[in-house]
């Protein structure tokens, strides 16, 4: 405060100056809270299997030129997250930490940026978020509008967020990948996981006759989604049973993979999305010299294997695509495609959720409700 000569007769009340600068610091952190608004989201701060997610308080992202910012209702949890999470793609996706998990998105756009062509404030919308602008385990996300479509009208948001991964790596397989299926015989395995269910779908869409594995307590389930042969992979032995196969979407281990080979018929392809990654992968992700020349020996054994048993062996890590995705939207409202959910569990659960998928335990997905 300023002193003045004569107290007595100069002074000035203190309290309206204390008024007017604590209006003043409440005007400018008031303004600090606008421009800087926090959102929850759950990440890492290092590799781990076992450690949790951390619940975290983050900046709201803004959408830029060409992307939709959207506010997330749900979001359904991959094993691709558990993989992540665990350090198994450290490698292949060199994230920075801290990272936000979450691949898979549902809910209604709240801005648009200004290139954004396709959607507008207020559209529900569905998403697989890109690599390395992942983040669906949180309250918003911002995604470019090219991985965006708009939600089907007639299932929930839990529903719409359990698909996008799933139904698009089942879509880049059976529809890029494969030939025709009209009429060929596909061997799905795991069919009452997250991919299973739906790859059953649409294998039976496109015309094909559907094998798969399961346990005894979801035959009846794969039944209903339209697989013609269902093997209990805890007492039979697929490999003795098919023979002949056009075409195996494999998603577990090298074992099951080498048997896979095994069963299909000269010309025939197996597609797998759990690995080896094969050469063309590596050429077309843009990976160093180094890498390029890892993934050519880690795959050299099951190449060598398919190539004796004169069959394709191909390797895929699907991409996000909205066009896709909006063609499987229109599967979805007319019924030819249904998600299967297993649980959904409330956003503060987040890591029971993680342990359940862990656990394997899962028919078809686990989803996460946000809002």
Known sequence: MPKFSNARSRQIPLWPTNIAIIAAFVATNSLKNLLNIYMKAYRISKYSKENQLELSEIPLPVAKDTEVLIQIYAASINQLDAKLKAGAFKLLLPYKLPLTLGHDVAGVVTS???????????????????????????EYIAVHENDVALKPGNISMEAAASLPLVALTVWQAFVEQANSLEGKKVFIQAGSGGVGTIAIQLAKHLGATVATTTSAANFELVKSLGADVVIDYKTQDFESILKDYDLVLNSQDEKTLEKSIRILK??????????????????????????????????????????????????????????????????????????????????????????????????????????
Request: positive net charge; charged residues 20%.
């Open 112 to 138: 648009v940026g200004p290139g954004v062509t396709q959607f507008k404030v207020g559209d529900e919308v569905f998403a697989r978020a890109a690599d390395f602008h992942i983040g669906t385990f949180a």
């Open 266 to 371: 000269p010309g025939g392809k197996v597609i797998s999305i759990s690995g080896p990654p094969d050469s063309a992968f590596a050429k077309k992700s843009g990976l160093s010299w180094l890498m390029k020349t890892a993934i050519f020996f880690l795959s050299n054994k099951i190449r060598k294997q398919a190539k004796r048993s004169n069959v394709v062996y191909s390797f895929l890590f699907m991409k996000a695509n909205g066009k896709q995705l909006s063609a499987i939207g229109k599967l979805i409202e007319a019924g030819t495609i249904i998600s299967v959910i297993d649980k959904v569990f409330p956003f503060a659960q987040m890591n029971e959720a993680m342990a359940y998928v862990a656990s394997g335990r899962a028919k078809g997905k686990v989803v996460i409700k946000i809002k």
